[in-house]
């Protein structure tokens, strides 16, 4: 039996300004556990400027950059995704397939088409009510988790079973952010104001 550590995120909206202030966040509670980072979507925003003069790429760019394992590119589509995909580490998926994470002898599948053991979430019309938790169990095998908004859900739980022996709502917090992200976040900027010009578009 092998404990991993699950972290992930939802509805982060484009919040450039933020994002270097979570990274801080996710260093802090990645701990001594085998990591999976997950942003369940929501991570664009069609009134951001930089989303729209990237058709949707920023948000994830950057959180390639912060060290994210998978996110639900759910503001892109498969054409959008596919051609990212060729750019960062990050998977990059939509609700249609299942995403492998391997770690030494750890194999998990996510997505709401996985099989155990597996991390899903919800689609819409699906039935799961998580009440104030984060996350449900059904099957064995079988992890549910919410789409976290206006926290950093974190869970621990063992590997195959996934049944949760530790869960928690992580406040965001707007203390010491990371340089690096804060670099990312500007040179991303640069690229679209530059992409822009050569466009012949207004700059922003």
Not at 99 to 121: F, K, M, N
Not at 123 to 137: A, C, H, K, R, S
Not at 153 to 164: C, E, Q, W
Request: aromatic letters at 12%.
């Amino acid at each position: 039996m092998t404990e991993i550590q699950v972290l992930f995120t939802a509805n982060l909206q484009a919040d450039f300004e933020f994002m270097p202030y979570l990274a801080t966040i996710i260093r802090r509670e990645r701990g001594q556990f085998p990591t999976l980072l997950l942003d369940v979507g929501g991570a664009a925003s069609s009134d951001n400027w930089l989303c729209q003069a990237t058709e949707n790429r920023a948000p994830y760019i950057v959180l390639d950059a912060m060290g994210y394992t998978l996110a639900r590119a759910d503001a892109l589509d498969v054409g959008g995704i596919l051609g990212l995909r060729k750019t960062v580490n990050l998977f990059l998926t939509d609700d249609s397939i299942s995403y492998t994470w391997r770690y030494q002898d750890i194999e998990l599948h996510v997505g709401p088409v996985s099989v155990a053991p597996c991390i899903t979430w919800t689609l819409p019309g699906w039935e799961v009510d998580f009440g104030n938790e984060i996350y449900q169990q059904h099957d064995e095998g079988v992890l549910w988790i919410a789409e976290p908004d206006g926290y950093l859900g974190k869970i621990i739980a063992d590997y195959p079973a996934m049944m949760v022996t530790r869960a928690e709502k992580i406040p965001f917090v707007r203390k010491q952010p990371d340089p690096s992200i804060v670099e990312m976040v500007k040179f991303v900027e640069w690229e679209a104001r530059a992409y822009l010009k050569r466009g012949g578009k207004d700059n922003a």
